[in-house]
């Protein structure tokens, strides 16, 4: 079944209401049109994709539901006491700014040593806290800004094109620890990417945008749709697979994240592993 | 005291000191934030605001303070119409605004004013006024500086992450802008308007060299400043030269010598 509009949460789970809503969003910029009447909603404990061609207004949605851009129309609601991670898309720091990573982690909110050292440890880079920011690599500052947007113990994460800038081998990683994270913490996952093989097979949900929403779906039928197809003819769902998971332990459907969970920070659970 | 202050170049020192402490640390946020051309813009301005304080009878600091700002504010608004190119709107506005300050200032009558001092700084004739106006201000400035600086650090890494995590963007930038505007107004008698952006971005660069993080590049920046203000003023009177540019000829060479040293001579601050 092919959805037009995302379903409403049933009847079942606990507390489905969505982590972020956006209801007939409307985006000008410079007399061109951005974004045209899109809907759309991130649930908890769910990874939400948003997929499209460059131009399509991917990360512009991304702005609007972070409250960064005002929608010339329509609203976005957001879940009372919702925390959000923010991984933006590729950093780069002013090699003239010394900063370290420890400092870097701690430009927001302060937090102890062993805090920033257990959160580094489980994105697979505990080696970089004493190193500048300049130093590291595509794939290590990924890592590293990873560990940040999970400081605050996010209930969402929001993710501009995670593995931007990181080489194929380690893209599969990040997309692998992004994954096992949400697992571990049950916070919700909005992505946005143009990398459809390795993003669609996490996904719970997709959402193929090209201004409009062309279609949402589970990753399998959004595949199937014809406007998806007509968007990227090459691609099919085979090869897709890298690392879909078993869905067959309970999450925390609140979306909550749990104190001992918090983080993700015992780093020995021997995921992810470096990249270098 | 009283007596100390009675000397020139004690009062000259004092306030070269005062205005390299606070042009250091903020210069490192124009390095880092790559506003220099903008600092260079708003002090140009700042003659326009010497015109229009003479004209209406108020204090010439204050009026310079929101004229600095007012262009600093123009600039912002201007360049988020994206119509043209930032370095145009910056030339364009930093020349006017310089030359209809020097146009204003000659057109008032009666008034005979060192042209000259206000460009390139007049730092021995500064008064004990002076001496007062140029330590509120700072004082104010490195107080604002001290207060805004962990959004301003957050803000200067990635804005929207730093949005998204809560700073309040336009709050910091009007308090950056109104920073520079301060620092400007203490620094015009120093080292005068073409040359109050030197004061600011070349200790600051001097300073990276040493510094492992941002506040000790902006301490450092106020020390190599300083050191500069006291070596100029020396060299000034020891050859009889103009003290402002000798200021700023006096940083260059530190920011030379910094950079031609090897890397092995270089002390390493530890701290992360």
């Known amino acids: ?268 659970h021997g995921h992810g592993g470096g990249n270098r | 005291m009283e007596g100390l202050l009675d000397d020139f170049l004690v009062r000259a020192l004092l306030a070269g000191l005062m205005v390299a402490a606070v042009a250091g640390p903020l210069g490192a946020f124009v390095v880092w934030r790559r506003m220099a051309y903008f600092g260079d813009t708003v002090s140009h301005s700042a003659l326009l605001g010497v015109a229009l304080g003479v004209l209406l009878g108020l204090n010439l600091n204050l009026m310079v303070t929101l004229v600095c700002v007012a262009i600093a504010i123009l600039l912002v608004l201007l360049q988020r119409r994206q119509e043209l190119a930032a370095d145009t709107l910056l030339g364009i506005l930093a020349h006017s605004a310089l030359s209809l300050g020097i146009v204003a200032i000659t057109f008032i009558e009666g008034l005979r004013v060192d042209l000259m001092a206000y460009l390139f700084g007049d730092i021995l004739a500064v008064g004990t006024g002076d001496l007062l106006s140029i330590a509120i201000g700072g004082a104010v400035a490195l107080l604002l500086l001290v207060l805004l600086w962990r959004p301003l650090l957050a803000l200067t890494v990635h804005e929207e992450l730093a949005q998204v995590e809560g700073v309040p963007v336009l709050l910091v930038r009007l308090g950056l802008m109104l920073l520079i505007a301060l620092v400007i107004a203490a620094a015009m008698q120093v080292v005068g308007v073409l040359l109050i952006t030197a004061l600011m971005i070349i200790p600051a660069a001097s300073a990276r060299r040493f510094a492992s993080t941002p506040e000790q590049m902006a301490i450092l920046a106020a020390v190599i400043g300083m050191l500069a203000v006291g070596a100029g003023l020396w060299g000034s009177f020891q050859y009889d030269t103009p003290t402002g540019p000798t200021i700023v000829v006096a940083a260059m060479l530190g920011f030379i010598l910094v950079h031609l040293l090897p890397g092995r001579l270089i002390p390493h601050f530890g701290g992360r």
Not at chain 1, 132 to 151: D, F, I, K, N, T
Not at chain 1, 168 to 182: S, T, Y
Not at chain 1, 232 to 243: K, L, N, R, S
């Open chain 1, 1 to 268: 079944m092919i959805r037009k509009s995302p379903p409403q949460p049933s009847a079942t789970e606990i507390d489905a209401t969505p982590l972020l809503a956006a209801r007939d969003v409307s985006l000008e910029r410079a007399g061109r049109v951005i974004l045209d009447q899109v809907s759309v909603q991130v649930r908890p404990a769910e990874v939400t994709v948003v997929i499209g061609p460059n131009g399509a207004g991917k990360t512009s949605l991304l702005r609007v539901l972070l409250g960064l851009w005002k929608p010339g129309n329509g609203r976005v609601q957001r879940r009372r006491g919702l925390r959000i991670g923010y991984m933006p898309q590729r950093l780069q720091i002013e090699p003239v700014l010394p900063l370290s990573v420890r400092r870097f982690l701690t430009l927001r909110q302060r937090a102890p040593e062993s805090v920033l050292r257990e959160r580094l440890e489980r994105v697979g880079v505990p080696h970089l806290l004493h190193k500048p920011v300049q130093s590291l690599s595509g794939g290590e500052m990924q890592r590293v800004l990873l560990a940040r947007a999970l400081l605050n113990r996010p209930n969402l994460l929001v993710l501009d094109e995670p593995a931007q800038g990181v080489d194929i081998v380690g893209q599969g990683e990040v997309f692998k620890l992004i994954d096992d994270i949400r697992h571990e913490t049950g916070c919700g996952v909005l992505m946005v990417s143009h990398d459809l093989h390795l993003v669609m097979a996490g996904a719970d949900a997709v959402i193929c945008l090209n201004q409009h929403v062309c279609c949402t779906g589970r990753p399998e039928e959004v595949s199937r749709h014809p406007e998806y197809q007509r968007l990227f003819p090459e691609t099919d769902m085979q090869g897709i697979g890298v690392y879909r998971h078993d869905h067959d332990h309970v999450h925390d459907v609140a979306g909550e994240v749990h104190e001992h969970h918090a983080g993700c920070a015992h780093g020995h």
